[in-house]
């Protein structure tokens, strides 16, 4: 590996870029379980309230934290990157990638805190 390519991997904006591009897959890889819940909605009264017990469990819940981490990443990322593309570039952006990482984590926590 040249040294350039490790300094461009070291830069806030290419962690930024990565952890959007990781979100939006682990986000996509959740729409089908989604989908799902709102099948046995439609499908059986029993079957929704069956799964509803399950989410109950600790595990299920720390999973949606990580869910709403993931969602207010790609929410601050996607942001992030209409910023970039639309306003004057200016040095402050790696502070505001993250700033938008840190905003991200404090919505996980937060809601983990009312949801456990």
Known sequence: MRTS???AR???G???FAVHRISGLALA???PLHFLTLGLA???EARLEGF???SDAPVVK???GGLVF???VHLLGGLRLLAVENLAWHDGQKRLAVIAGVAAAVAAVAYLAVVL
Do not use: G
Request: hydrophobic fraction near 60%.
């Open 5 to 7: 390519d490790y300094r």
């Open 10 to 12: 070291m830069h806030p």
């Open 14 to 16: 290419y962690w930024a």
């Open 29 to 31: 890889v959740f729409l």
């Open 42 to 44: 439609i499908d059986s």
């Open 52 to 54: 509803l017990r399950w």
């Open 62 to 64: 720390l999973a949606e």
């Open 70 to 72: 993931l969602l207010a």
